[in-house]
């Protein structure tokens, strides 16, 4: 559906993009993230058409977005951080004017506005000035005019910032919605959020796609291995003597428990190694209570802060090894 090759934007001297590629799918829902500064905005523009790039290819179903520009537009819509909104029109007056710019024949608008209304949740308002409007109501609006032309990509700048939780849950529903037959670029500084809607993410910082791939891939490959937290009852002394016949451990590490009178301590395996009964067993043949086992994650927060505090990353396709 969207195929990224190569992609470079210069301004001047300063280079935005940095031989990005990446490719999406019809159907998927993708993260894409970034530090301000990181080449995001500049990548969305260009897949939208509002930016040429400066080399490289981005394709849209196929077609060059350089040799088929209407075409392709025709296709996308776009719900930036600041929703265009005309703010003197009502509802219905704003989405029939998106319509007719669109290019959709003054036969099938009304058919059509009423159903983008319905989709998003604003039908009762379609009388109502944009300018009385809340936040989360403009957003839906904005969200409307993304879908008037039925495009099969949306992309989305930040589509929950300001609004509040109850409001956030429900735009989170329609983008679910929308994705079961779209495909969708979800750009959002709420990591939270990203991680609820989206099972990839492309994380891009100093221009360059530095990761590529789930967020449980992701945090497998920064994590090294296979990591345990275990929480147990014991001195540090016993359990690292009873701990030593698991030949299939690494690395032990004790840290501080949540829970008085225990010991809590990180555990990485070599490899991928499931060792979880050998340390059963050994705690249970030295008598020390295991109260807690569980796998050690890494929020997307922790990714992302990860792989955009150093220009390294993770490279495309390298997480999943």
């Known amino acids: 559906m969207i195929e990224v090759t190569n992609l470079v934007r210069r301004y001047g001297p300063h280079i935005a993009v940095n031989n990005a590629s990446f490719k999406i799918e019809k159907g998927e829902i993708v993260g894409f993230l970034g530090p301000n500064g990181a080449g995001k905005t500049t990548t969305m523009n260009i897949l939208t058409g509002y930016l040429s790039p400066t080399e490289g290819l981005v394709q849209i179903e196929g077609q060059d977005i350089l040799e088929y520009p209407t075409e392709i537009k025709r296709k996308i819509g776009y719900l930036p951080e600041m929703p265009p909104l005309y703010l003197d029109m009502t509802v219905r007056e704003y989405l029939s004017f998106v319509g007719e710019i669109k290019g959709i024949v003054p036969a099938k608008r009304k058919?059509?506005?009423?159903?983008?209304?319905?989709?998003?949740?604003?039908?009762?308002?379609?009388?109502?000035?944009?300018?009385?409007?809340?936040?989360?109501?403009?957003?839906?609006?904005?969200?409307?005019?993304?879908?008037?032309a039925d495009p099969q990509v949306m992309i989305m700048d930040e589509p929950t910032a300001g609004l509040d939780p109850k409001q956030i849950l429900e735009i989170r529903d329609i983008i679910r919605e929308l994705g079961k037959d779209r495909t969708i670029i979800l750009s959002s500084h709420i990591l939270p959020e990203v991680s609820m809607v989206c099972k990839r993410v492309l994380i891009i910082n100093f221009g360059k796609i530095v990761a590529d791939d789930t967020p449980d891939n992701l945090a497998k490959h920064l994590l090294g291995g296979s990591h345990l937290v275990l929480r147990m009852e014991g001195s540090e002394t016993e359990i690292s003597k009873a701990l030593s016949k698991v030949a299939s451990i690494s690395k032990l590490n004790f840290q501080e428990s949540e829970e008085a009178g225990t010991i809590e301590a990180v555990i990485e395996a070599q490899g991928d190694a499931d060792i979880r009964r050998d340390l059963s067993r050994a705690l249970a043949a030295a008598d020390i209570p295991l109260l807690m086992m569980r796998s050690q994650n890494m929020s997307l927060e922790d990714i992302f802060l990860n792989l955009t505090t150093s220009e390294a990353g993770v490279s495309q396709g390298e997480a999943s090894k």
């Open 111 to 148: 058919e059509r506005l009423n159903y983008v209304m319905e989709t998003v949740g604003i039908t009762d308002h379609a009388k109502r000035l944009v300018k009385n409007l809340s936040k989360g109501y403009r957003q839906r609006v904005g969200l409307a005019q993304a879908l008037i």
